[in-house]
């Protein structure tokens, strides 16, 4: 069952999954470290959930007509699809090593560290959300 408690909650759960995906990247990474001419690859991250922001909020700075849905199992356009995945590119400025391979165990690590803790953060802020909707609706059927 699926249903929106509020804007905020929608991107903070997008938020997770964008992190699970770069959790999934920089595992890839540490595990390809004796890979030759593998180049370590990165998400990005804060423009995918810029747009993803833009959205929910209907922040759109482009002149396009959006689509009205009066429904939320209306489809969208085809464009609305097309960027619901944040672009994947290859980490500049690290120097490969004389295999080509261009992973560096401690920016992998680092890079995973900070990801856990950010993860983390929004899974306990959503659980947050999901209590003061809960007491809501326990206090309603009080009444």
């Known amino acids: 069952m699926s249903f929106q408690i509020s804007k905020s909650f929608d991107l903070m759960a997008q938020a997770l999954k964008y992190r699970s995906l770069r959790r999934d990247i920089i595992s890839s990474n540490i595990a390809n470290i004796d890979t030759p001419e593998y180049k370590s690859r990165d ?10 922001k833009n959205k929910l909020y209907q922040n759109n700075t482009d002149s396009k007509l959006q ?17 619901e ?6 980490r500049d400025g690290q120097d490969a090593r004389n295999d ?21 953060a929004l899974t306990v802020a959503l659980k947050q959300d999901l209590n003061i909707f809960k007491s809501v609706l326990e206090a309603s059927s009080r009444v």
Do not use: C, Q
Request: hydrophobic share 30%; no cysteine; charged share 35%.
């Open 85 to 90: 995945k944040p672009t994947i590119f290859f």
């Open 100 to 120: 080509g391979n261009t992973v560096d165990l401690d920016v992998e690590t680092t890079e995973m560290a900070k990801n856990t803790t950010i993860y983390n």
């Open 67 to 83: 689509l009205a849905k009066t429904n939320k199992r209306d489809l969208g356009s085809l464009e609305d699809n097309e960027n």
């Open 43 to 52: 998400i990005d991250f804060e423009h995918a959930l810029e747009e993803e």
